[in-house]
C-alpha cells in the first residue's frame, strides 16, 4: 500500500518530463524538413565570396601555367634548341 501512494505521488513529476520529451520530439520533427531545404539550397548555389575565390584561383593557376612555358621557353632559347615556332630574343 505505501509503494502505491508513493508511485501515485511521483505521477505529476513524471508528466511533465513525457510531456517535455514530447514537445522537444515534436519541434525536432517539424523542423527537420526546413534545415533539410536549406542545406540543399546552401549546397546548390555559391555565394559572392565562393565565386570570386573560385575565379582568384583560376587566375593564379593560369599565371602558374604561362609562367612555366616561359621558363620552358627561355631555356629552349638559352640551349639552342628552339622550336620553329619559338620567338628567341636576340642575344
Known sequence: ???????????????????????????AVATLPVKVVAAGVDAATTSQSEADEKRGREMREADEKRAKEARKLEERCRKGKALPDDICPAA
Open 1 to 27: 500500500m505505501r509503494k502505491t501512494l508513493v508511485m501515485l505521488s511521483m505521477t505529476p513529476f513524471l508528466s511533465g518530463c513525457v510531456v517535455g520529451a514530447v514537445a522537444n520530439t515534436a519541434v
